[in-house]
């Protein structure tokens, strides 16, 4: 998949960072699934926000398993720990022959290379945990309070319906009336709230798309002016992928580290 690079339609929410390297700064933006493919594009007309990142990281969890590793053992596993620990020998003392028997079993263990053999369980989305610094030379309301609210509007569902599902199927049945389409009422009266928008990360030459905020601080114990307003805000968040990814995602962009679902 291909993945539109960032463009200005108008001017990103951030601080002023005069003489910062360009790579050091990410960008952020809104994407949608464009209508004709499974491209997702940048939003038109949309805001984007850039901050340079004092912290990034970036977790793939693969879940390897060893599925036949008790295989053996799940029939009888508490005799078979009394075998191995040789805790059934002192019961026995008065037999030699059956003492000696038992103390074949000491030490022994039912694991092997091919009951221990690890196979792919599958993987959760891939995670990005960044920080992102805002910090005010000249107005804290568009240089930190602008950017950091915008992050929080991407995070948070764009509406959740007011009332529950019976209200919900009677607003699509008036939108039947007044001559929605079916498939739009259906939509309103099965899931009536929106959930949080998907944005795309630009840094260091890579773009990773589509994301979603999976979690955002909020420092309000940051220092403020005069006026109350904020002067500087450090703001982590996991990011993660829509989807779990392959290889051929991890080389979309630029060869390492960019993606594209």
């Not at 078979?80 to 020998?89: C, D, I």
């Not at 589509?210 to 940051?222: D, K, Q, T």
Request: charged letters at 15%.
């Amino acid at each position: 998949m291909t993945v539109e690079q960032p463009t200005t339609p108008r001017p990103p929410l951030k601080s002023d960072w005069l003489g910062l390297s360009p790579h050091l700064i990410a960008s952020f933006w809104p994407v949608e699934r464009s209508a004709s493919s499974r491209t997702w594009l940048r939003i038109p007309d949309s805001p984007s926000v850039q901050a340079p990142l004092t912290e990034s990281n970036i977790e793939v969890a693969l879940n390897w398993q060893s599925p036949f590793e008790g295989a053996g053992q799940s029939a009888m596993p508490t005799l078979q720990a009394m075998l191995q620990s040789g805790a059934l020998q002192p019961a026995v003392k008065s037999s030699g022959a059956a003492s000696n028997f038992l103390s074949g079993f000491e030490g022994r263990t039912g694991i092997t290379k091919l009951n221990s053999t690890q196979v792919f369980g599958g993987m959760p989305p891939l995670k990005i945990t960044v920080t992102a610094l805002f910090r005010a030379w000249s107005d804290p309301a568009t240089e930190v309070e602008a950017p950091v609210n915008q992050l929080m509007k991407w995070a948070l569902p764009q509406e959740l319906a007011p009332d529950g599902a019976i209200s919900s199927i009677l607003e699509a049945v008036k939108g039947l009336a007044k001559g929605a389409s079916l498939s739009e009422t259906a939509a309103q009266a099965l899931l009536p709230s929106v959930a949080p928008t998907k944005i795309a990360m630009h840094y260091k030459g890579r773009t990773y798309s589509p994301l979603v905020i999976e979690s955002i601080g909020l420092p309000i114990g940051s220092n403020v002016d005069k006026n109350g307003r904020y002067v500087e805000h450090l703001v982590p968040m996991t990011l993660c992928s829509l989807t779990a990814i392959d290889r051929k995602d991890w080389e979309q962009s630029n060869g390492f580290g960019g993606f594209s679902s």
